[in-house]
Every structure is written in C-alpha cells, then in structure tokens.
C-alpha cells in the first residue's frame, strides 16, 4: 500500500466531488434536513388532543373530572355533548379523538365506597394520538384519586402506595431518543446512496479499466475511493450531534469513545453493503433502485421511528438482522443512559459481526470483480 | 410526422428502455407493495408487552399475589426477576427491561398490619412512549390493586368503606379496536407511494440521458420540449397508476380497508397529484448536475416531506407551525387528506375542494416551473 497512491485517488475522488458542488452541498445540507424533520415533526410531543367530555353524572366528582381534563395542555376540550350517541358524530367526523365519559351513578358508586369506572374513548385510527391519549388520560385520573384519597383520609387504611419514577431523560421528550439515532441513520443513507453508484460508475464510464492500467493497486484503489465518502459521511455524524447537543439540547451522559467505535462499526456495515449493491448492478439506475429496496426495510424495522416492541410478533426477529437496529440501541444508551461497553456487549457483537461479514464479503467481491 | 407521433415515439423509447432492464421495472412494481407491507405491519406506536423485571424482596404470598398482578394485564411482560435493588440502573443501562418493579421486605407485614406497603416502579424514560404508558399503567394498576386490598381489609374491621373506592379507568378504542393502524395507514400511503416513485423515477432518468450525452441528440431531433417532457413522463404516469392501483387492490382485498367515497374525486386528485410529482422530479433533475446527488435530493425532497409531513403516521397538527406552513408547499399532505376521505369517510368533491383546488394549483404551479427549468437547461 503506497501512501501517495492513496492521497493521489482521495484528491481524485474530491475533484470529481467539486465538480458536482450539488452533491457536497446536499450531504451538508442533509443533516439539518433530517434534523429539522425528526426532531420537529418525528419527535414532536402530541398534545392539544382535541377532546369530548359527556357528563351524564352532574356531580361534584364528574365537575372535578371535567376540570382536570380541560386544565392540562394535553388535551383540549372541543366539546361536550349530552349524550354518548353524540360522540358517534364528533368522533366519525374527526373533530375529537378522545373521549372522556363519565357515567349516571359515579358520585354514588364513589359515596358507597365502590369502583366508578370512567370511559375513556380513543380513536384508534391515528395509533400515536389514541396511545398517547390513554396514557395521559389514566395520568389524570391516577392523579385525581391520589388527591381523593388523601382528601378522605384513606391514608389511614392500608393499599399499596406505588411510587413510579421516571429514571433517565425525566421529561420524557422524544427529541432526547430520536436524534442519537439520527447520527447513525444520516451517515447510513449517505453512505449506501453514494457507493452504491461508485463503482457501477467507473465501469459505466470505463474509466475503471483506465485505473488499473497505472501502478495504482486495487486495495489502493478501495481506499482511495472509501476513504473520502467515509470522511464526509463522519461529517454528518458530527453536525449532527452538535446540533442535537446545542440545539435540541440533547444530553450527553456516555463516553464519546463507544459512540465513535460503534458508528464506525456501523459505517463499516453500511459501506459493504453500498459496494455489494454497486456490485450486483449493471447500471446506475438499477443501483439506485437496489439501494431504495434495500434501506426503506432497515428504516423502518430497525425501531429508530417506530419501536420494535410494538411490531407484530413475527417481525420481532427479523429486526435483530439489521445493522441500524443495533446502532441505534448503542447511540441511545450511550446518550441517556451512559451505559458503558459492558452492558452494551450484545449490541456491540452483532456489529462486529455484521462488519465482519458484510464489510469482509463486501471487499472479497470488490476485489474479485477488479480482478476481472 | 407531427407532435403526438414524436411523442408516442418517445414513450415507446422509454418503454424499450424499461424493457431492457427488466430489474429497474421489477422493483418499481414490488418497491410498493413492498412498501405498503412494511408500514401497514410496522408503523405503530401502540405499547403492549412492556419488558419488566420484578425484584421482590419480600417473597411471601402476598407479595407473589402482587406481582402476579403485573403478568396478568398484558402491558407489563414479565421477563423474570433480578437479585438486589442495584442491579436496576444495570438493568436499564443494558436494555433488558423498561420497567423494574421493586417489592421491598416487609410487604406483606405491612398489608396485613393494615399500613401502606410501598412499592418502587422504576420506568427507563429512555423510551418516552413506553415509559408514558408504563407510567400510567402501573398507576392504574397499583391503584386498583390498592384498593382490592383496603376492601379485604375493611370488610374484615367492619369498617366504613367509602374511602376505598375510586376512579377506575376503562378505555375503549373505536373504529379500530385492535388499534391496527393499516386501515388508517394505507389510504395514505397511496399518495406517498405514488410521490416517491414518480418524483425518484423522473428524476433518475432524466438525468440519466444527460449523463450518457443522449440528451443533445434529442435536442437535433425534430422533437420540442414539451413532446420530450410528455413522451418521458407519459410511461412513469402509466406506471404510477398501475402502481396504486395494485396498492388500492392489495389495500382493499389483503387489509380490507373499505372505499367509501367518491372514486372520481380520488382519480381526479390521483392524476393531478402524480402530475405534481412528475414536474418535481424534473425539477430536481434538472437542479442536480449527477445521479447520486438527484438520488439524494429526491430522497430528501420526496421521501422525507412525503412519509413526515403529509399527517401520514404523525399528526400535523402537533408539530410546529413553521413546519406546518411547510408542509403545505409538498402536494402529499393534500393528497393524503383527499384519499384518506374517500376511503374511509366516503368524501365526495364537495366535502375535499379545498384540498383538491390546492393540489390543482400545486400541479399547475409545478408543471409550469418544471418545463421552463427544462427547457432553459436544456438550451444551456
């Protein structure tokens, strides 16, 4: 390996970047888009949930209940009707997506010392909005007993009293979760996108055969042509968490060091697998629809946006496959949690062997082909 | 030879090209069932089988009855128990639960004394959405367990019950009791589906026939450039359409989402907006001098505004409200309100017009800018 060699083709590989100022200009640009998208909209907390109250109780006890529910910001009262049919209508049309019924007899069943059950209607259409509500919903009345309780004097009679607590990014925002997963998802489609084209590019144009009529050798040549699109792809990464830390105000509790090892398994992951598409494909159009085939599946499986817990049973599994699902899980430990190298060993073991054989495969095939 | 024989030439061009690379044509047929499978199966945000470890300390019946509690909703899963109390930040720090529920000793003497038993539920906020539902769930939970005991022991005393009673909170979920978000999903996947394969599509292609200079050759044939626009477009119009109509047939038969509405309403808006979506991507084709970067643009212009900010999976309507006047400059927002209408509301065109008259103005807006780009590039 001849280090002139290498920064020859690195210099190469930037002057063809400068030819095309777009490219270099929409990798930079792309971490902010991705910042913006998953941080504003992917992450955005819902509240405001647009809320029916049917009161067939005229109670002291259903007043306190209406109160509580139109105090809080998570849910905005639209309506309320008289009846429970009346939601059929509220509901069908969109205009609430919970609703809270509270029925004829519940100061009575309170006064008796019974249960009262109160309905909670979601609309299980939109499953953020009708998951989110419940939660929120069984908040607020959790917290109404508590204070019922403690009214009556019922602490005097024994129960359990369970004191939940949140351990870990207290406030629970979705940004503190989204954007470490962010570092590894940016540098994913950067990567993939850019050297899936690589070289079914040099043999479309037929410059590949040119490289190899100089001195250049072909693990030089691999280099050369990683070497650039990797520095770009850490780039990212590093926008990224900068934003994300100073912006959005991420926390940072984990060791710099596990973060770097594990994106760098993972851009190994990433960076076979773009040759290995590059490989397999004639032109650079059937590159690019190899690449979309191929990424759309680790997005969406791999629980950076939708967690793996609520997939069906069968996908579960699958989910283990794929390189992204394991970075992210180190990002986010080591982000919130600070969890150390230890306690991320599985995740860390699959990387390695993932880059082991898709890197390995990925290089194997590369230099067979250019052998040809 | 006049205009609509050089168009149809083109148009056979492209087909012949497709033809020839028989993997490009595969994938732009499997990408969105594909698609449609995956969201359809994997966007959900419904919580159930929480991972959780109990730590009892106490280890009596009582106890046991307790944390039998937590494996018999089926929010909490119970995945076995841990030694001592430290080991919960290890727990957490390595994700193998997102709940931990502590019994401390001395649990069953407490309830039995009639005194409070405390109790620590631990919840890894790691994982905001889990950790809200656990959070309430354990509430719940505790809550009502609380007072099944109280009950016993009152009853036993002979004392007066009516502090032991309680709100109790019973959800029901309409429309889609099993929370199954494919019903709502898929209508609006149509319009994203359509978006990314038209936008990356025409994008791709046109720029591909200028990477391979077979762009000048056009440009010395008789052919204008609104025939070249047309000829290109026309296959990737027909291919869109195949395309949804296999996403509808599959929707409907597979998912059974049902169509309620107005099919016109839905081929009209399908028209203008694959129309949008075509002008868009030969606006990046001819903003992007090489495919990877058109390939990048496309993603981050179609594929990203299209899957978050066209109130598909997450609501626009909590996101921020500089957001929200951005997604109204990307057609999908629009098309996914008009489809979700006419398949689940059974919209018609008088209840979807303001949708349908900004996706018009959209189309026409884009047409308009994406053949003058063209043609000034073209002539450069």
């Known amino acids: 390996m001849n280090v002139r060699h290498v920064r020859l083709l690195v210099w190469k590989e930037f002057v063809q970047l400068r030819r095309d100022p777009m490219l270099l200009r929409v990798v930079m640009i792309m971490p902010f888009v991705y910042l913006i998208?998953?941080?504003?909209?992917?992450?955005?907390?819902?509240?405001?949930?647009?809320?029916?109250?049917v009161d067939l109780d005229h109670s002291v006890t259903s007043r306190q209940i209406d109160s509580a529910f139109s105090s809080t910001a998570y849910f905005d009262v639209k309506a309320r009707p008289d009846t429970e049919a009346a939601l059929q209508t509220l509901l069908d049309r969109g205009d609430v997506q919970v609703a809270i019924v509270i029925p004829d007899g519940t100061q009575a069943a309170l006064d008796t010392g019974q249960v009262a059950g109160i309905g909670i209607v979601v609309d299980g259409a939109d499953s953020q909005s009708s998951s989110v509500g419940t939660s929120y919903a069984m908040q607020i009345i959790a917290d109404l007993n508590q204070a019922r309780a403690a009214d009556l004097g019922a602490g005097a009679l024994p129960g359990v009293d369970a004191r939940v607590r949140v351990e870990y990014n207290q406030t629970l925002a979705s940004v503190n979760t989204m954007i470490p997963g962010l570092l590894a998802s940016v540098l994913m489609v950067t990567l993939m996108v850019v050297l899936s084209q690589a070289v079914v590019k040099e043999r479309e144009s037929g410059t590949l055969e040119q490289m190899f009529t100089t001195p250049v050798s072909r693990g030089e040549y691999l280099v050369?042509?990683?070497?650039?699109?990797?520095?770009?792809a850490c780039a990212q990464s590093a926008i990224t968490a900068f934003v994300g830390t100073w912006w959005f105000g991420v926390p940072f509790t984990g060791s710099v060091w596990i973060v770097c090892l594990g994106l760098l398994l993972f851009m190994l992951t990433t960076i076979g697998l773009g040759l290995l598409v590059s490989l397999v494909s004639r032109t650079r159009q059937q590159a690019q629809q190899t690449i979309m085939f191929v990424m759309l599946p680790m997005f969406i499986l791999s629980g950076f946006i939708f967690p793996i817990e609520s997939m069906p049973a069968p996908i579960q599994p699958f989910t283990k496959l794929i390189p992204l699902t394991h970075a992210v899980v180190i990002l986010r430990a080591s982000f919130v949690k600070g969890s150390g190298l230890a306690d991320l060993a599985e995740p860390f073991l699959y990387l390695v062997?993932?880059?082991?054989?898709?890197?390995?495969?990925?290089?194997?095939?590369?230099r067979r082909r250019l052998s040809e | 030879m006049n205009g609509l024989d050089r168009i149809m030439a083109i148009v056979v061009k492209e087909f012949r090209h497709l033809l020839r690379d028989p993997r490009v044509l595969a994938t732009v047929l499997l990408l969105p069932i594909a698609q449609m499978l995956l969201f359809a199966y994997?966007?959900?945000?419904?919580?159930?089988?929480?991972p959780t470890i109990v730590i009892d300390q106490d280890q009596t019946p009582a106890s046991r009855a307790y944390v039998q509690t937590y494996s018999a909703g089926g929010f909490f899963q119970v995945r076995g128990d841990a030694a001592g109390i430290g080991d919960v930040d290890g727990i957490f720090r390595r994700g193998e639960a997102s709940v931990v529920v502590v019994v401390p000793a001395g649990f069953e003497r407490a309830i039995t004394s009639g005194a409070k038993a405390d109790v620590d539920v631990i919840v890894d906020g790691s994982d905001p959405n889990a950790a809200r539902m656990g959070q309430a769930y354990a509430l719940a939970l505790n809550r009502l367990y609380g007072q099944q005991v109280a009950a016993v022991w009152a009853e036993k005393q002979g004392l007066d019950l009516s502090a032991a009673g309680g709100l109790d909170p019973r959800v029901r979920t309409w429309f889609n009791p099993d929370r199954q978000s494919s019903i709502f999903l898929i209508p609006g996947l149509v319009a994203v589906i359509l978006m990314i394969v038209c936008v990356q599509q025409t994008a791709v292609t046109v720029v591909r026939e200028r990477d391979l200079h077979t762009a000048e050759q056009m440009v010395v044939s008789p052919v204008t450039h609104t025939e070249l626009i047309v000829g290109k477009l026309l296959p990737w119009t027909i291919l869109a359409f195949f395309d949804m109509g296999m996403v509808v047939a599959v929707g409907m038969l597979v998912f059974g989402v049902p169509l309620r509405g107005s099919v016109v309403l839905l081929l009209v808006a399908s028209l203008l907006f694959v129309f949008a979506s075509l002008a868009m991507g030969v606006i990046v084709s001819t903003i992007a001098p090489s495919m990877e970067t058109a390939n990048v643009m496309a993603l981050m212009l179609a594929f990203l505004p299209g899957l978050l900010l066209s109130g598909l999976a997450f609501p626009l309507e909590s996101i921020p409200v500089v957001l929200q006047w951005v997604s109204s400059v990307f057609p999908a927002r629009y098309m996914v309100d008009i489809s979700r209408g006419v398949f689940l509301k059974g919209a018609g065109f008088s209840d979807e017009w303001p949708q349908l008259g900004s996706l018009a103005l959209y189309t026409v807006v884009a047409l308009f800018l994406a053949v003058r780009l063209y043609a000034r590039k073209v002539r450069t």
Not at chain 1, 224 to 232: C, D, Q, R, V
Not at chain 2, 42 to 50: E, G, L, Q, Y
């Open chain 2, 42 to 50: 994997a966007i959900s945000f419904d919580v159930r089988n929480v």
């Open chain 1, 37 to 53: 998208m998953f941080g504003y909209v992917v992450a955005a907390d819902v509240t405001h949930l647009p809320t029916a109250i």
């Open chain 1, 353 to 366: 062997g993932f880059a082991i054989v898709i890197f390995g495969a990925a290089i194997i095939a590369v």
């Open chain 1, 224 to 232: 050369g042509k990683l070497l650039p699109y990797g520095l770009l």
